[in-house]
């Protein structure tokens, strides 16, 4: 069974940054793409970033590109989320998720495995 623990949110005053991590289960943590989701109250679920298995490929959300990255460490079975600049907007449950493949995918049903979520508050 595939464990992943996210921490990191927390409130943030607008421009200011905060990291996200997310812990797996020992396994097969290196084997699969990763991603970032999150979902603000009243609205639907949307990808964040994602990551190849080896990490030498990302990919952004229109909405973060720039301001975010992303990256891994496979030896300690972790990814990261590095968000800049923050805005009001950026305001969600932040979710960690597992891809079934080795690449990047960009929808919910394409990660059958999800943390818990940690909330991330930006104050304007």
């Known amino acids: 069974q595939v464990q992943l623990v996210e921490s990191g949110g927390g409130l943030v005053q607008a421009g200011g940054s905060l990291r996200l991590s997310c812990a797996a289960s020992?396994?097969?943590?290196?084997?699969?793409?990763m991603g970032w989701f999150r979902q603000a109250p009243g609205k639907e679920r949307e990808f964040v970033a994602g990551?190849?298995?080896?990490?030498?490929?990302?990919e952004f959300s229109d909405s973060v590109k720039g301001r975010f990255t992303i990256s891994r460490d496979n030896a300690k079975n972790t990814m990261y989320l590095q968000m800049n600049s923050l805005k009001p907007e950026d305001t969600a449950d932040y979710y960690c998720?597992?891809?079934?493949?080795?690449?990047?995918?960009?929808?919910?049903?394409?990660?059958?495995?999800w943390g818990q979520g940690t909330q991330v508050t930006v104050s304007s």
């Open positions: 990551i190849t298995y080896s990490g030498d490929s990302t």
């Open positions: 020992a396994g097969t943590f290196s084997t699969y793409g």
């Open positions: 998720a597992r891809a079934r493949a080795t690449r990047v995918l960009f929808t919910s049903d394409g990660y059958p495995y």
